[in-house]
């Protein structure tokens, strides 16, 4: 009888072990897909959306538009972007993922193929500024798949990889836009690329799936061992009750909202401006600025890569600390960049690689503070609420605002603003200092 007992512990054993074994290779498997996906996925978005700046040149040579005039066109998009990254948060919170973010891409480069065809500046405004409603579908639905693939212990990490896709889209355009441009014309630099981002939005349609419990898996906190008396954590969607509760009476949220805000003033500001800043002031071709812009955005994706492992290995998931050093970074080394002289490409690229380094750090670490601070299950519209800080706040400071400082008082104090900016972030990233994910601190 012990015998059979035995055998039979020793069968059941090994068939657990099996099972066992399966389920972690397809949570392997699904994690896998799911970040390939959501970065190449958000990295079209940028194809359709930083085009915008490789052709600011072109279409103010061919309408003789002002700076701030082009400023309008910039503002539109990030008012619209920065209200429906809240208004899509909480919807891509009660939605699907998968078709959320699909359809946001394919919307988004119907609208920049049309922009490769008009002329007019309220044209250009009206539909620059629907392109910002489809892109802002986009970061929450992505913040939405990351938060439920991985958990609170590996999110820094994860997410700054995830991340990486700002700065993989924004090089493919640097390179592609100003390559089309310089052969075909600007209105090139819309048209090609709502190609690729159709094929993209299909392609991130095939590859990604909501939540584990879509494919017969557990969620990812059972998975990791890391459930902890997080309250309702298996319910699928989140109620306006709890927006309101989570987000909107959380204070460590409003911290980093005002943080995002002034982090996204100097980075919305180089994300429009660069190209024209170093062709106008720095003295280099177009083509020039993109190889500049390309640098800036690898060193980018480094800074967010470091911040992000830093934070979770070093600081114990406390991203105060490290986002804190990273705006003050960025201050100074923008400070270095204004006062380079002109026709010095070679310093002007290493200081603006450095900055990158920092700007980016702190802009992965403020999402995922946001999404520590809100909990997984209001990630979209806890994201989406300092989103809109960011965005409204920007579309003033760096769009047709930034455009009549620089008309009026010269790029020298454009810049202080970004200086000025970046150090009031540093602040409000400092009032996080002790605080991480409530999971992490009852575990």
């Known amino acids: 009888m012990t015998t059979v007992v035995k055998a039979i512990s020793r069968n059941v054993s090994l068939s657990f072990g099996k099972v066992l074994h399966a389920e972690k290779g397809s949570y392997t498997y699904w994690r896998m897909r799911t970040l390939y996906a959501t970065i190449i996925g958000y990295a079209a978005f940028y194809l359709v959306r930083q085009n915008f700046a490789m052709t600011i040149p072109g279409i103010r040579a061919e309408f003789s538009y002002s700076m701030v005039e082009v400023g309008w066109i910039t503002s539109s998009f990030l008012i619209v972007y920065g209200v429906g990254k809240f208004i899509n948060g909480y919807f891509s919170d009660r939605s699907d993922a998968r078709y959320f973010m699909s359809i946001g891409l394919l919307l988004s480069a119907i609208v920049s193929f049309f922009m490769g065809l008009g002329s007019g500046l309220l044209f250009f405004a009206a539909l620059w500024g629907l392109n910002g409603w489809f892109q802002s579908m986009g970061w929450p639905a992505c913040a939405r798949l990351i938060t439920h693939w991985f958990s609170p212990t590996e999110l820094g990490s994860k997410w700054a990889l995830w991340a990486s896709s700002h700065q993989i889209g924004a090089v493919a355009i640097f390179g592609l836009g100003g ?4 052969h075909y014309g600007w209105r090139s630099a819309f048209i090609i690329p709502s190609f690729f981002a159709v094929f993209f939005a299909l392609f991130l349609f095939n590859r990604v799936r909501d939540t584990p419990q879509q494919v017969d898996l557990p969620p990812v906190e059972e998975y990791r061992g890391d459930l902890n008396h997080l309250d309702h954590q298996y319910e699928e969607r989140i109620t306006f009750k709890e927006v309101i509760s989570v987000v909107l009476a959380n204070k460590l949220v409003w911290y980093m909202a005002i943080a995002n805000m002034c982090l996204y003033i100097p980075r919305m500001g180089i994300f429009f401006w660069a190209p024209t800043f170093l062709k106008e ?7 020039i600025a993109g190889m500049q812009l390309v640098g800036f955005e690898i060193a980018c994706l480094v800074g967010g890569l470091v911040a992000g492992l830093a934070s979770d290995k070093y600081f114990n998931g406390r991203r105060g600390p490290v986002g804190t050093i990273c705006l003050i970074g960025l201050a100074i080394s923008l400070f270095i960049v204004l006062k380079i002289p002109p026709h010095s490409p070679l ?11 920092f700007l980016n750090g702190s802009q992965v670490l403020n999402g995922v503070a946001t999404a520590d601070f ?16 960011a965005y409204i706040g920007s579309a003033l400071a760096s769009g047709a605002g930034f455009g009549a400082i620089v008309q009026n008082y010269g790029w020298e104090t454009g810049f202080m603003l970004f200086i000025s900016t970046a150090l009031i972030g540093a602040f409000f990233f400092a009032l996080t200092w002790n605080n991480r994910a409530r999971v992490l601190e009852e575990k």
Do not use: E, P
């Open 179 to 182: 390559f089309l441009i310089d």
């Open 374 to 389: 809100a909990s997984k299950r209001a990630v979209g519209v806890g994201t989406g609420f300092t989103g809109s800080f």
């Open 347 to 357: 310093l002007d690229t290493t200081m603006l690689m450095i900055a990158g380094f």
């Open 281 to 287: 002031y720095k003295g280099v071709t177009l083509i």
